[in-house]
């Protein structure tokens, strides 16, 4: 990979990765022709829209981090940027194991992350996984089929908690069952 395609700048990462908004950007950039010494990350990150530590891990880690794979779990990345906490962490985890659901799409349900954000992590950290779904493995008769809740909605990014009680219900019936 060539470092022209791993080295952007910050505001494009930190957009791409759902993070701040394009108006956050502009805003950044236009209050950047004030205060020259700042940098566009400090900017935002006075401003309220993200913490200091995420930029810093974006600034500092990130390419880094593309270029070698550390093979660690996408949480650790997560805590890294300073997106999750370790008590965060623990209750995915803990929910995880209760409803089958992938880590990544219990810190969506759970409202820690967005979904753009672990997509983001998904497609440059672990380009094998990206292309399955960030939702849910159901396993029937020795084969898995990858089910992602969006496919049975209107594209709408929205989950309601009746539809997690559903995948719940449904993945406690493959559970009990002895699926």
């Given amino acids: 990979m060539s ?3 791993l080295v952007k700048p910050i505001g494009e990462i930190l957009q791409n990765a759902g993070l701040v908004s394009p108006s956050q950007i502009e805003v ?6 004030y205060y020259q ?3 566009i990350g400090e900017i935002l990150a006075l401003r309220g829209w993200i913490e200091q530590s995420t930029v810093d891990f974006f600034a500092q880690e990130w ?3 593309l270029r070698q794979k550390d093979g660690q779990p996408l949480g650790f990345y997560l805590k890294r940027a300073s997106l999750l906490t370790e008590k965060q962490i623990e209750m995915i985890l803990a929910e995880q194991n209760q409803t089958c659901l992938r880590f990544g799409a219990t810190a969506v349900l759970k409202g820690f992350v967005k979904k753009n954000t ?3 992590f998904l497609t440059n950290l672990f380009p094998e996984q990206a292309i399955s779904s960030s939702y849910i493995t159901r396993t029937f008769d020795r084969t898995t089929e990858i089910v992602d ?3 049975y909605y209107n594209n709408d990014e929205t989950i309601s908690q009746e539809d997690i009680t559903y995948w719940v219900r449904l993945s406690e019936q493959k559970i009990t069952s002895g699926a």
């Fill in 3 to 5: 470092n022209d395609r």
């Fill in 28 to 33: 950044a950039l236009h209050d950047q022709t």
């Fill in 37 to 39: 010494d700042m940098r």
């Fill in 63 to 65: 390419v880094r981090l």
């Fill in 118 to 120: 672990i997509d983001f």
């Fill in 149 to 151: 809740p969006s496919d």
